[in-house]
């Protein structure tokens, strides 16, 4: 049963010979078209919340400086690009978790939860397993990822065994996974003497190696981008991706075809949690905090609040990037570029303009992405064959 | 016999009268929830459109400086919420899951970008909130909360006893059928996300004006979530989901009263009370305390 569902006879076609420039037309051309509407409601979003800038302020002229702010603080100097990659890259894992659960046909809204349970995990190798050189930060990733595959499997079997649907747990988990981590922080692993809510800092060994140390950039986008494409293997390129995307596609079709569909959406989810905890574990163990004159490397340490916001913003990464690996790298360097330029942003205007901003124009992509038929009708796109496929089918679907 | 230096009597009562404060937003978002889904739409925006009414209800009381048009500007700003989910899950069938998530990010984002641009920096006086019920031995009941429990039976009869309340029904079970006998199944469900938007508005309201003078940015604190977990909790039943809410405005409130007389101490008991409404849901929802089924056609579009 499972050769005939892994391997898919290869399609005649497939033998008449493709030229070179047949295939880069097409490829570009292919590009062109999945880029279109994306690309669209980028600028479409960027548009509205300019005219919100203006409405709100009275002058035209602080959307201008606003956005000038924003490209200065995201791109315009090394600094501001090595902010880009640094915000970025918590973005691709997290993004890379929601898609990865996406194409099994579920909906990771607990990936707060899970970044929160991968930076506590590996927090806690990072201060207190003494270890030498490059094996520290790895065991570190290493107890992320565990934390994050364990706090994603249990909605993975509460959905496959019980039928409750995953929506609804993860963000109960993500609750548990707050209150756990507070009390986390606030008793056992909480620094002694300190009056805030956070992990000792963690040893010097068990730092990330730096990719540009007086640019505080961390080697965890090459990581993030390292892991994408292994996503992107193990779900186009093996047994148990093929399965996981069937289970997602079609679940009557995957559990006739005598496909673990159980299994397929436990390990999907617990996949999707481990992604999760790598983004919390990378964060936790790369990105220098207090960086001052007197301390050029930073400390490295778990605080509370960690995890906010990581929810939301990696459900948007994932359906800007249709669930595409490569995709979620592109949408979450995007994002990074955002929030990295808010700053900049909120500096450079008088009155300040909001950082809110950022999630407003984040809303809008994700809204004109959703229902690109708005797109489409505003700038007469013809709709592709494929269509957009319903991601999720509401809280009763069965296995 | 006293525990926390007052009568366990009266101490029973206070803990009893804070849980209803608690449930009271918890509650109207449940009730958001029941009606929408009960139409077949799907509603994991309750949190943004609560956000947004609270807002709505701060920006009026210090335009107007008066609390009567504040609660219905909540209301409205629900509302209006609800009509763009309307408008993206059901005339262009998104995705309702997705259609809510933009709710719940543009929710956030405008309430807290107008917030600080309008206000951060100047903020106004407020006039304050709405009047609240004295109880005897010394605690009170906001207003909205008495108004939320009348809401619970008010939908309850208006779902199980009238014309509309049976299309709505129709359409959340099987759109098809009730399309054949000739209920305009769209329309049917706008006017249900309408109201779904109205009565999460209204728990925006018991934010503020109705318990809190001023606006703060993300203020609801994903209480529009655990509103979602009432009413699968209730099992789709506004009286069901009514008594969710109470159950975790009761939870709630053990935890601040433990809390703050000092019963219970240290990071590590607080936090574990903190878990239980969560626990609870996981549990329920797993199966362990009675299945709860939603309607049919819960998020399929028609």
């Given at each position: 049963?499972?050769?005939?569902?892994?391997a898919p006879?290869?399609?005649?076609q497939?033998?008449?010979p493709?030229?070179t420039?047949?295939?880069?037309?097409s490829l570009?051309?292919?590009l062109?078209r999945?880029?279109?509407?994306p690309?669209?409601a980028?600028f479409?979003?960027l548009?509205i919340?300019?005219g919100?800038?203006?409405?709100?302020?009275?002058?035209?002229g602080t959307?201008l400086?606003?956005?000038g702010?924003?490209?200065?603080?995201a791109?315009?100097?090394?600094q501001?690009?090595?902010n880009?990659l640094?915000r970025?890259t918590?973005y691709?894992?997290a993004?890379?978790a929601?898609a990865?659960?996406?194409k099994?046909?579920l909906?990771?809204i607990?990936a707060?939860g899970?970044?929160?349970?991968?930076?506590?995990?590996?927090?806690y190798?990072g201060?207190?397993?003494?270890?030498?050189g490059?094996?520290?930060?790895?065991?570190a990733?290493?107890?992320?990822?565990?934390g994050?595959?364990?706090w994603?499997?249990?909605p993975?079997?509460?959905?496959?065994?019980?039928?409750?649907?995953?929506?609804?747990?993860?963000?109960?988990?993500?609750?548990?996974?707050l209150?756990?981590?507070?009390l986390m922080?606030?008793?056992?692993?909480?620094k002694?003497?300190?009056?805030?809510?956070?992990t000792?800092?963690?040893?010097?060994?068990?730092r990330?190696?730096?990719?540009?140390?007086?640019?505080g950039l961390?080697?965890g986008?090459?990581?993030?981008?390292?892991?994408?494409?292994?996503?992107?293997?193990?779900?186009?390129r093996?047994?148990w991706?093929?399965e996981?995307?069937t289970?997602?596609?079609?679940?009557?079709a995957?559990?006739?075809?005598g496909?673990p569909?159980v299994?397929?959406?436990?390990?999907?989810?617990a996949l999707s949690?481990a992604?999760?905890g790598?983004a919390?574990?990378?964060?936790?163990v790369?990105?220098a905090?207090n960086v001052?004159?007197?301390n050029?490397g930073?400390?490295?340490y778990f605080?509370l609040?960690?995890?906010?916001g990581?929810g939301?913003d990696s459900?948007?990464?994932?359906?800007?990037g249709?669930?595409?690996?490569f995709?979620v790298v592109?949408?979450?360097?995007?994002?990074?570029?955002?929030r990295a330029?808010?700053?900049?942003?909120q500096f450079?205007?008088?009155?300040?303009?909001?950082?809110e901003?950022i999630?407003v124009?984040?809303?809008l992509i994700?809204?004109?992405?959703?229902a690109d038929?708005?797109i489409?009708?505003?700038?007469?796109?013809?709709?592709t064959?494929?269509?957009s496929?319903?991601l999720?089918?509401?809280?009763?679907?069965?296995? | 016999m006293?525990?926390?230096g007052?009568?366990?009597?009266l101490?029973?009562?206070?803990?009893l009268?804070t849980a209803?404060?608690f449930a009271?937003?918890?509650?109207l978002?449940?009730?958001?929830?029941?009606?929408?889904?009960r139409a077949?739409v799907?509603?994991i925006?309750i949190?943004?459109?609560?956000?947004s009414?609270?807002?709505?209800?701060?920006?009026?009381a210090?335009t107007?400086?008066s609390?009567l048009p504040a609660?219905l500007?909540?209301?409205?700003?629900g509302g209006?919420?609800?009509l763009?989910?309307?408008?993206?899950s059901?005339t262009?069938?998104?995705?309702?899951?997705?259609?809510?998530?933009v709710?719940?990010?543009?929710g956030?984002?405008i309430?807290g970008?107008?917030?600080g641009q309008?206000?951060?920096h100047?903020a106004?006086?407020s006039?304050?909130t709405?009047?609240?019920?004295?109880?005897?031995?010394g605690?009170?009941?906001?207003?909205l909360a008495?108004v939320?429990?009348?809401?619970?039976?008010?939908?309850?009869?208006?779902l199980q006893g009238?014309?509309w309340?049976?299309?709505?029904?129709?359409v959340?079970?099987?759109?098809?059928?009730?399309?054949?006998?000739?209920?305009?199944?769209?329309?049917v469900?706008?006017?249900a996300?309408?109201?779904?938007g109205?009565?999460?508005g209204l728990?925006?309201?018991?934010?503020?004006p109705g318990?809190?003078?001023?606006f703060t940015?993300g203020?609801?604190?994903?209480?529009?979530?655990?509103?979602?977990?009432?009413m699968i909790?209730g099992?789709?039943?506004?009286?069901?989901?009514?008594?969710a809410?109470?159950?975790?405005?009761?939870?709630l409130?053990?935890?601040?009263?433990l809390?703050?007389?000092?019963?219970v101490?240290?990071?590590v008991?607080?936090g574990i009370?903190?878990?239980?409404p969560?626990?609870?849901?996981l549990?329920?929802?797993a199966?362990?305390v009675?299945r709860s089924?939603p309607p049919a056609?819960?998020?399929?579009?028609?």
């Amino acid at each position: 049963m499972a050769e005939t569902t892994t391997a898919p006879a290869p399609a005649p076609q497939a033998h008449i010979p493709v030229t070179t420039e047949q295939a880069a037309g097409s490829l570009v051309a292919r590009l062109a078209r999945d880029l279109l509407v994306p690309l669209l409601a980028i600028f479409t979003s960027l548009l509205i919340g300019a005219g919100l800038i203006a409405l709100t302020t009275g002058s035209p002229g602080t959307a201008l400086e606003a956005y000038g702010g924003l490209l200065t603080g995201a791109v315009g100097s090394p600094q501001a690009l090595a902010n880009t990659l640094i915000r970025s890259t918590p973005y691709i894992f997290a993004g890379l978790a929601v898609a990865l659960a996406f194409k099994c046909g579920l909906f990771n809204i607990g990936a707060e939860g899970q970044v929160a349970f991968g930076g506590l995990f590996a927090a806690y190798v990072g201060y207190a397993v003494p270890l030498p050189g490059l094996f520290h930060p790895l065991l570190a990733l290493t107890a992320g990822v565990l934390g994050g595959f364990l706090w994603g499997a249990v909605p993975g079997f509460l959905k496959a065994r019980t039928g409750a649907h995953e929506v609804i747990t993860t963000i109960m988990m993500n609750y548990l996974a707050l209150q756990f981590v507070g009390l986390m922080l606030a008793g056992p692993m909480k620094k002694p003497g300190s009056i805030s809510a956070r992990t000792p800092d963690l040893l010097p060994t068990a730092r990330l190696p730096m990719l540009a140390a007086n640019l505080g950039l961390h080697s965890g986008v090459l990581l993030a981008v390292g892991v994408a494409v292994a996503v992107w293997w193990f779900l186009y390129r093996t047994t148990w991706g093929f399965e996981i995307r069937t289970t997602g596609a079609n679940p009557a079709a995957a559990r006739y075809a005598g496909m673990p569909t159980v299994r397929n959406v436990i390990l999907a989810m617990a996949l999707s949690g481990a992604l999760a905890g790598l983004a919390g574990a990378v964060e936790v163990v790369g990105v220098a905090l207090n960086v001052s004159r007197l301390n050029p490397g930073g400390d490295r340490y778990f605080g509370l609040g960690f995890s906010s916001g990581y929810g939301f913003d990696s459900i948007a990464i994932a359906l800007l990037g249709r669930s595409n690996p490569f995709g979620v790298v592109a949408a979450a360097l995007l994002f990074g570029a955002l929030r990295a330029g808010a700053s900049t942003m909120q500096f450079n205007t008088h009155p300040e303009v909001p950082g809110e901003i950022i999630s407003v124009i984040q809303g809008l992509i994700l809204l004109f992405v959703a229902a690109d038929a708005i797109i489409r009708r505003l700038y007469r796109v013809p709709a592709t064959a494929a269509g957009s496929a319903a991601l999720t089918t509401g809280w009763g679907d069965k296995l | 016999m006293t525990l926390c230096g007052q009568p366990v009597l009266l101490l029973l009562l206070s803990v009893l009268i804070t849980a209803l404060s608690f449930a009271t937003p918890i509650t109207l978002g449940a009730l958001s929830g029941v009606i929408c889904e009960r139409a077949g739409v799907v509603n994991i925006a309750i949190e943004g459109m609560m956000l947004s009414g609270a807002f709505g209800g701060y920006w009026a009381a210090v335009t107007f400086h008066s609390l009567l048009p504040a609660v219905l500007t909540a209301v409205l700003v629900g509302g209006l919420m609800a009509l763009l989910h309307g408008w993206l899950s059901i005339t262009y069938k998104v995705d309702q899951i997705i259609s809510g998530t933009v709710i719940n990010i543009l929710g956030f984002g405008i309430t807290g970008y107008l917030f600080g641009q309008w206000y951060a920096h100047n903020a106004p006086d407020s006039p304050g909130t709405l009047p609240t019920i004295p109880v005897p031995g010394g605690g009170s009941l906001q207003f909205l909360a008495v108004v939320a429990v009348i809401l619970v039976f008010v939908l309850y009869a208006v779902l199980q006893g009238t014309v509309w309340g049976l299309r709505v029904r129709a359409v959340g079970e099987n759109p098809h059928a009730a399309d054949t006998v000739g209920v305009n199944v769209r329309r049917v469900r706008y006017s249900a996300v309408l109201v779904g938007g109205l009565l999460a508005g209204l728990g925006g309201a018991a934010y503020v004006p109705g318990y809190i003078p001023a606006f703060t940015p993300g203020m609801t604190n994903g209480y529009g979530f655990i509103a979602l977990a009432a009413m699968i909790f209730g099992k789709w039943n506004p009286i069901g989901a009514w008594a969710a809410a109470l159950f975790f405005g009761l939870t709630l409130s053990i935890q601040n009263n433990l809390q703050s007389c000092g019963v219970v101490q240290g990071p590590v008991p607080v936090g574990i009370v903190g878990m239980l409404p969560y626990i609870a849901t996981l549990l329920v929802l797993a199966g362990f305390v009675g299945r709860s089924t939603p309607p049919a056609a819960d998020g399929v579009p028609f």
